[in-house]
């Protein structure tokens, strides 16, 4: 099946610095590549859309200017935490939608990666 | 506002028995359904996902989707300890006609416990 590989799996760094998440789908082409934030006990929540070649699309109360989304080619995608800060400690999830000679392998999502920002 | 509905629990349910795990979601346009379980620290896993009115069945999974009511269920048969998780509700558009470029909305989830 489809699988989304998801790096760093946990990362810790000061506040005030930048850090940087990778999806690359394997196997597939991802043409749709989503993120989501999860704190604690709450839900998955979406924070933006890109499609692969353009600017990604982001939710209401998403600052654009602080989560940069790259997804230059149909297997990576990267989400760079810019600034960061306490609270954006959270757990972060891609999720690709896209095919692979004729099956769609509708949403699949990265293992996450737990942003502790100290 | 897309709104899905879980009861966060804890249900628990003894070993062997079913487990029942209900949502509702606000958005009538809906057109795609999906189970998660997800456990603490974990990415979420793809259990069941259901797109027509009715029931639809994977091994000890039925998944039950109500459109006029705006309802999903999933029923586990014979639950197992290993079953104990999160299970996440998630709603999406048409996935084969251009609703498939929206991400999901997903419920804050209903906690599962199997005692055994």
């Known amino acids: 099946g489809a699988v989304v590989s998801q790096h760093p799996s946990r990362v810790i760094c000061k506040s005030g610095t930048s850090v940087k998440i990778e999806c690359r789908s394997l196997?597939?082409?991802?043409?749709?590549m989503f993120w989501y934030r999860q704190f604690p006990k709450q839900s998955l929540m979406l924070m933006a859309t890109?499609?692969?070649?353009?600017?990604?699309?982001?939710e209401q109360g998403v600052e654009k200017d602080k989560f940069l989304i790259n997804h230059a080619s149909l297997t990576l995608s990267t989400l760079t935490v810019t600034s960061a800060h306490p609270e954006d400690s959270s757990f972060y999830i891609c999720?690709?939608?896209?095919?692979?000679?004729?099956?769609?392998?509708?949403?699949?999502f990265g293992s996450g990666t737990r942003l502790t920002v100290v | 506002q897309k709104e899905v509905e879980q009861n966060s629990g804890p249900l628990s349910v003894p070993e062997g028995a079913i487990a029942s795990l209900n949502c509702t979601y606000s958005?009538?346009?809906?057109?795609?359904f999906f189970w998660y379980r997800q456990y603490s620290g974990k990415s979420p896993e793809l259990i069941m996902s259901?797109?027509?009115?009715g029931d639809k069945e994977d091994g000890r999974f039925t998944a039950q989707l109500n459109k006029a009511s705006q309802y999903v269920s999933l029923l586990i048969r014979d639950s197992q300890p290993s079953d104990s998780a999160t299970y996440l509700c998630?709603?999406?558009?048409?996935?084969?006609?251009?609703?498939?470029?929206?991400?999901?909305?997903f419920g804050k989830g209903t906690h599962l416990i199997i005692q055994p």
């Open positions: 999720s690709a939608r896209g095919s692979s000679h004729g099956t769609d392998y509708g949403y699949t």
């Open positions: 196997d597939f082409q991802a043409t749709t």
């Open positions: 890109s499609n692969e070649g353009s600017k990604a699309t982001y």
């Open positions: 958005d009538r346009v809906s057109q795609s």
């Open positions: 259901i797109y027509s009115n």
């Open positions: 998630a709603v999406g558009g048409n996935m084969y006609s251009g609703g498939g470029a929206d991400g999901l909305t």
